[in-house]
């Protein structure tokens, strides 16, 4: 029975990753600012018959998809945090290339010939792997937008001085600066063209990039635009503020360096040695899945590196 299960089960996993990377993939060409303007005005839809068509073919997949994702809603947005590493795949897509690594990582152990019990563990590390990837874009890109946003300010302050509007030095931004920061601003320039006030757009902006400056930006033309003042001096000092802060945030990451290192090979060294031993004697390390003590001493083993890990990530994590 197991040999006929294991097959199915593999062929099912390989098809879900195949064809969830297959369906992230498609329309990846499309313009982002038609799919905008598309969304906004509902041109591209269809009417008539061909609607009704294209609901009896495709609104299952669609309901379904759309029921997934207000149901991880309720727990995490995976739709912003999609959106935050600039990636076009839907919910739906993830969760089935992740179900498909997952379940791939489930079959892996048992074929290996490793113990029942290992399964579960491999499917839920591997199933992570896409999320993991996700975070790393997100963390990248959003580190990359808190780059250039003291160039932003300066460039809108100049912008200010020279005697364009606040809309002009966003269009301004858009123009001249590249991803991630010229695409926020070209977002929050377009939102204003189609009518939506300056404050909501900036507003907007601040939800998509969760960026402790921006918001400070975001703050500062609301009020200024209540209150009024030199918008053009408040942000210059709040782009000197910035630069300090980020280098700041560079010196500590220069001093805490040897720390990072040092906690990659303590964390790193375990589990190479483990694959090193078992390419060399497989028999010597199936004794620790295989014997009740070795079982004790590798739950122990994952234990104590979780736990190091967390302090050194305590240790080297310094707010700025």
């Known amino acids: 029975m197991l040999s006929i299960v294991i097959p199915i089960v593999v062929f099912v996993g390989i098809a879900a990753l195949v064809g969830g990377v297959a369906l992230s993939f498609r329309g990846a060409g499309s313009e982002e600012a038609e799919m905008r303007l598309d969304a906004l005005t509902g041109a591209g839809q269809p009417h008539g018959k061909e609607a009704e068509q294209n609901t ?19 727990f995490f947005n995976l739709r912003l945090f999609l959106d935050q590493a600039d990636m076009s ?6 969760v089935m290339i992740c179900g498909g690594i997952g379940a791939a990582g489930g079959i892996l152990p048992i074929l290996l010939g490793a113990p029942i019990w290992i399964a579960p563990i491999t499917a839920l590390l591997l199933a992570g792997i896409p999320i993991l990837v996700v975070h790393f874009k997100r963390k990248s890109r959003l580190n990359k937008f808190g780059k250039q946003l003291p160039d932003a300010l300066e460039l809108i302050s100049r912008a200010l001085r020279a005697g364009h509007s606040l809309g002009a030095g966003f269009r301004l931004v858009s123009e001249e600066m590249d991803d991630p920061i010229g695409r926020e601003f070209q977002k929050v320039f377009e939102a204003q063209n189609l009518g939506v006030s300056l404050e909501d757009a900036i507003t907007d902006m601040t939800e998509r990039v969760p960026n402790l400056d921006l918001k400070f930006f975001g703050t500062a033309i609301i009020l200024q635009r209540q209150t009024g003042g030199d918008l053009a001096e408040i942000l210059d000092k709040i782009g000197r503020l ?14 805490t360096g040897e720390g990072r290192i040092s906690g990659i090979v303590l964390l790193g060294l375990p589990p190479a040695l483990f694959v090193a031993l078992w390419r060399l004697n497989p028999g010597y390390v199936m004794t620790l899945f295989t014997d009740p ?12 590196q979780l736990i190091g890990a967390y302090v050194i990530q305590k240790i080297i994590d310094i707010k700025v």
């Open 293 to 304: 003590l070795g079982n004790k001493m590798l739950a122990g083993a994952i234990l104590m």
């Open 56 to 74: 009896g073919l495709l609104s299952g997949f669609q309901d379904e998809g759309n029921a997934l994702e207000a149901y991880i809603m309720q």
């Open 242 to 255: 910035v630069r300090q802060r980020l280098e700041l945030f560079g010196t500590i990451q220069a001093l």
């Open 89 to 94: 795949m839907s919910v739906a897509n993830l």
